[in-house]
């Protein structure tokens, strides 16, 4: 700290050595992203509520749209609640990688000796926390505004904590991929929305069949079964397109 | 040995040269199969005893819905194929081979729509294989215009690569999905996609129709390669030469 | 002593159909600074993207410790502070929180050394305001601090000496001759002449091929 000129000499760099690998740890690299991350989420609060109030303003939609009766809503809901929470996290994709692109952190990430695939799973395990997970917990909300029967809420909250999760895993293959173009979000969005169906579809009939009375149990076991497919494969994927995308 | 092989088959140069002498085998044998094929299922094949004759679309429709699915397969597998050896040919193969497709996708989905409506009296009905048939287009549309996306052809070839790759890992997944949304969700007065037993005076027309198509894709793909790799090298001295000796 | 080898065999890179060079070959050991030269487009970017890995689109083979890439990527990287074109500096974070993250991803922590790092580079008094209110040459010598905390040997260097003043220029001229006779490798692009008794020159248009192959 200090400035004065005699301590110059001494704080310069040491001399160069071939770094003992054994001080970055396997997961030091994760730890570090996921730290940073979340810091960074907390310095930009605002962007944090965006997907939220989306979330909400879409679901305001619904009624405005369709009707205010009761019961048609209450038929809606489970599937309306999820396609809208599936948008939200499209929308907020679009950033995971754009501000590392655009600074050249990214470039950083790429030669870090640690594991690519753990940086990248850092980096999502940030944007689920900071989207998927609160929209997870503000779901209940909207299933109020929609008349979603009682026996919906467990599954509605269960089947988005886990659904949220591989979308955010898949999202980042996308977000991956159109990181390096200038008008990225929509084509995210078309690239990406396909390989959503299956967990639409296990999501929004978890909570329809708990509703009808049914058990829910073995959708919740395909989206665990999907999170952890999305958990091996996704960030390699991700990986693999970051370098694509860093050169082009 | 075979490496070498492969190499060469790698070789814009080379491919395009071995297959000028295929060219012409190739079309005349998807255009005879396909004449044999639909004349044989079209005009001899007995009528259905409850559809009549609207049944014979899926001489078409069957044979496209096939391919579609093949033909992502094989872009995806042409795709990997460029990225782990490098081999140039494959990624033109790739990008050639996603057009086909989704103009496959896309007959079979309109030929599903065609023979619905004298069937169930409705153009669009979301049955499994429909569904997952307008999904499967999705996934190519997705290809191709994240392939017009990039400015430079390596990172174009090499992301819309990997988006293949994911999406036939997703394909399995989306279909069993699709297949178990709609056994929750139907109808019980719809019912025509299980499996019935097919008479064989129909089976082998339609086998035959299989068949023509995949020569008729092969055809295709070669073709619009060959293209691709003119296109690309236009400003090579082979294809110079070429272009001033015919 | 450090016994650093790069070896370059045969080396060539196009980009859209053009080749940028061809037949690269060179031998970068401990104790060089090595300059890459060459006109605008020449693919200096592009060479120095290769060799740190970033980019794998060429023909030819890198040898890091006399084995190919292939096996030593990973001892390479380790080894390796690469500064870019962008300086990598997150605009939320303070200098301070931008170099400790930093050290996190590439090993130990210290934060006594990043607030000497900075007051090097000209930065005391400004170690924890964000980044934002910075100047874009301030960016720039945050980044630059980097090179006085991490003690990798190999450097790789797009464009060092841009947006930072004459004294500035100055002290990263004797920082990486400094680290070049340490038995370090240096490998940077730079318009600027270098002063040092070990510099080697790589003028990529000696390698640039008119006419593509056929």
């Known amino acids: 700290m200090s400035s004065k000129p005699q301590s110059v000499g001494e704080t310069r760099a040491e001399s160069p050595q071939a770094q003992s690998l054994s001080n970055v740890g396997l997961f030091s690299g994760f730890v570090a992203v996921f730290k940073r991350d979340l810091t960074l989420a907390y310095r930009n609060q605002g962007e944090l509520f965006n997907p939220l109030t989306f979330f909400l303003i879409v679901i305001t939609m619904v009624p405005l749209g369709i009707t205010p009766d009761p019961e048609v809503l209450a038929e809606l809901a489970p599937g309306m609640i999820w396609v809208v929470a599936l948008l939200a996290t499209l929308l907020s994709l679009d950033g995971l990688f754009r501000s590392d692109f655009e600074d050249g952190s990214l470039e950083q990430l790429l030669i870090s000796p640690s594991p690519l695939y753990l940086l990248v799973l850092g980096k999502v395990a940030v944007h689920w926390l900071v989207t998927g997970l609160p929209l997870t917990l503000l779901a209940p909300l909207l299933g109020v505004m929609l008349f979603l029967p009682d026996s919906g809420y467990g599954p509605l909250v269960l089947s988005l904590f886990l659904g949220t999760a591989s979308l955010s895993l898949i999202g980042s293959i996308g977000a991956a991929l159109t990181v390096g173009l200038r008008k990225g979000g929509l084509l995210l969005s078309l690239i990406i929305m396909p390989l959503y169906s299956p967990i639409l579809i296990f999501g929004a009939s978890s909570v329809a069949s708990a509703i009808d009375g049914f058990g829910y149990t073995s959708q919740i076991a395909v989206l665990g079964a999907f999170l952890s497919i999305a958990l091996i494969c996704a960030p390699f994927a991700a990986a693999g397109a970051l370098r694509v995308s860093v050169n082009g | 040995m075979a490496w070498t092989w492969f190499h060469q088959f790698g070789s814009p140069r080379w491919f395009y040269e071995k297959t000028t002498a295929w060219m012409p085998w190739l079309f005349a044998l998807s255009i005879i199969l396909l004449i044999v094929g639909s004349a044989w299922g079209l005009g001899f094949a007995p009528s259905d005893s409850k559809q009549g004759n609207s049944y014979r679309i899926i001489f078409i429709h069957v044979p496209a819905a096939f391919l579609a699915l093949a033909g992502y397969y094989i872009m995806a597998i042409s795709g990997a194929i460029g990225m782990i050896w490098k081999t140039k040919v494959s990624y033109l193969v790739m990008r050639s081979a996603a057009p086909i497709g989704a103009v496959l996708t896309f007959v079979s989905l309109f030929t599903g729509a065609v023979w619905g409506k004298p069937t169930w009296g409705t153009w669009w009905v979301w049955d499994a294989r429909i569904t997952s048939m307008l999904i499967l287009f999705f996934l190519y549309l997705g290809v191709m215009a994240l392939q017009n996306a990039f400015n430079h052809e390596e990172s174009a070839n090499k992301a819309s690569a990997i988006l293949a790759l994911v999406g036939t890992v997703n394909i399995p997944i989306i279909y069993k999905s699709v297949d178990w949304w709609y056994t929750l969700h139907q109808p019980a007065t719809i019912k025509f996609t299980e499996d019935s037993t097919i008479d064989p005076s129909m089976k082998y027309p339609l086998l035959l129709m299989v068949v023509a198509f995949y020569v008729l894709y092969a055809t295709v793909l070669m073709m619009r390669t060959r293209t691709e790799i003119i296109a690309r090298e236009r400003k090579s001295k082979w294809v110079k030469e070429m272009a001033t000796a015919s | ?214």
């Open chain 3, 1 to 214: 002593m450090l016994d650093l080898s790069l070896e370059l065999r045969d080396l060539s890179c196009e980009r859209d159909d053009r080749v940028l060079f061809a037949g690269l070959c060179a031998q970068f050991n401990s104790g060089d600074v090595v300059q890459i030269e060459g006109p605008n487009g020449s693919g200096k970017t592009t060479l120095l993207k290769v060799l740190t890995t970033i980019s794998n689109d060429y023909r030819g083979e890198i040898y890091w410790d006399r084995k190919p890439f292939s096996q030593s990527k990973f001892e390479f990287l380790s080894q390796l502070l690469f500064l870019g074109h962008l300086p990598g500096i997150k605009k939320a974070l303070s200098p301070v929180e931008n170099l400790l993250w930093y050290q996190r991803i590439s090993g130990e922590v210290s934060k006594d050394r990043i607030f000497s790092a900075l007051t090097q580079v000209g930065l005391a008094g400004y170690e924890d305001v964000p980044c934002y209110q910075l100047s874009a040459g301030q960016h720039r010598r945050v980044a630059l601090s980097r090179l006085y905390l991490d003690p990798s040997p190999v450097w790789i260097l797009d464009e060092p000496f841009t947006a930072i003043d004459k004294k500035g220029v100055a002290a990263l001229e004797r920082l990486i001759a400094e680290r070049a006779e340490k038995g370090g490798l240096v490998i940077l692009t730079t318009h600027q002449d270098i002063n040092s008794p070990s510099l080697k020159k790589v003028n990529l248009q000696d390698f640039n091929t008119v006419e593509a192959q056929s």
